[in-house]
């Protein structure tokens, strides 16, 4: 009996082992695909900035081993964030033998909408939130100081906001399951709208880097897609989410 129940774990700690090998794989052929343009993306991720600098102002590296693990460390970074939907794929490959076939339904269209939304955060955050705070943080300076940001601090910055904003618009994701799984009512979190949103602008302000500027900027959108999430939570609920729905309000 201790064999038989003993050879199902070792066969799925080896397929888990099999999926970590691939996701490593994966990443490390993507990152060294990266590596020959380390500085091209280090460029173009810092071009907001660069955009904004006052006349006179450049990037330094106060580090001497900024200029070489700076660019990697984005290569890095990038490869993981290029990689997500086939690591999010091993993992589902992984877990969706367990799950009912009702929950598979509903489980694929969360996980292809959870990617697009982490992709959605990150553009949302280089495109718009980018120029308006590194357009803030190089204006607010006194006079005579010569703004020079630092390589590597750009670059905590910027991986920072991009998590932060990925995160962030995963809130309808984790808004609707939390309904649907019967954790939270749709009445309990619009009861409780206050304190989410405190809560909302608390987590803003541990993710950002500390100006108001970023932590307003994360807080409002993470808001909106907790309104959002409690929208489509109703619109698309399951039907047995439904049925406990009604059944407590009975």
């Known amino acids: 009996m201790s ?14 082992r099999n999926r970590l090998l691939r996701i490593v794989l994966v990443i490390v052929c993507l990152f060294i695909g990266l590596a020959f343009i380390a500085n091209e993306l280090y460029l173009l991720l810092a071009k907001p900035l660069i955009e904004q600098l006052p006349y006179g102002s450049s990037l330094i590296a106060t580090d001497v081993t900024s200029p070489l693990f700076a660019p990697f460390k984005l ?21 969706s033998p367990g799950l009912y076939q009702s ?11 959870s990617i697009i939304l982490f992709y959605a955060g990150i553009a949302f955050a280089y ?21 020079l940001p630092d390589i590597n601090s750009v670059l905590s910055i910027a991986l920072k906001l991009f998590f932060a904003f990925g995160l962030a618009f ?3 994701i984790a808004t609707m399951l939390l309904i649907w799984s019967g954790m939270a009512s749709h009445q309990s979190l619009s009861d409780k709208r206050p ?28 808001w909106i897609l907790f ?9 698309y609920a399951p039907k047995a989410a439904q049925e406990n729905t009604e059944e407590s309000k009975d």
């Open 75 to 95: 290569a890095f970074v990038t490869a993981f964030f290029i990689a997500m939907p086939y690591v999010l794929h091993q993992i589902w490959m992984f877990i």
């Open 103 to 113: 929950e598979k339904r509903f489980a694929i269209p969360l996980l292809l909408s």
């Open 170 to 172: 995963e809130i309808p």
């Open 195 to 222: 304190y989410i949103v405190v809560g909302v602008f608390i987590f803003a302000m541990l993710l950002t880097p500390p100006d108001v500027i970023s932590q307003v900027l994360l807080g409002i959108p993470m």
């Open 227 to 235: 309104e959002l999430g409690l929208i489509f939570a109703k619109l």
């Open 127 to 147: 495109f718009l939130i980018f120029p308006i705070i590194f357009g803030f943080l190089s204006s607010i300076g006194p006079e005579g100081i010569n703004y």
């Open 3 to 16: 064999q038989d129940s003993e050879q199902p774990l070792i066969a799925h700690l080896l397929e888990l």
